[in-house]
């Protein structure tokens, strides 16, 4: 009787957990201002938790191989193996708390990662997320 019990909460929570993970993977990023495809970024889960995003290649729209402008430990190294997302956090239906580094200029926003299916709605900003730009981030097979 008591596995009966125990059954649709060990079903909800297996649920749960396969949501919360439906970010990881490859995705491919998209430039904002030519729409081609610039790089791949794979979004793993680090041992404290927390979503991170590294970049794994580089496409022939990528305008920069080095993130020259990025701050401390993350300046003039290549942009291979660089993580540009980092501690993202569950929080409802999308992931916050987290920081995108732009590789271009070096500069860090605040970001929220909303999946949509096999998309990413990747947000940077500044104070509040109306302060910001979104990015749409296509998963690759």
Known sequence: MKKIFLLPFMLLFALFATAQDNILGVWKT??????????????????????YGKVIKLLPA???ST?????????????????????????????????????????????NVTPAGDKLEVRGYIGFSLLGRTQIWHRVK
């Open 67 to 111: 993130c020259n402008g990025c701050p401390g430990s993350m300046a003039g190294k290549s942009l291979i193996g660089l993580d540009i997302l980092t501690g993202l956090k569950p929080y409802k239906d999308y992931y916050s708390y987290g920081i995108i580094t732009d590789p271009d200029g070096g500069k860090q926003y605040k970001c």
């Open 30 to 51: 998209i430039d904002d201002e030519t729409g081609e495809p610039k790089s791949h970024v794979e979004i793993y889960k680090g041992d404290d938790g927390m979503i």
């Open 62 to 64: 990528a305008s920069v």
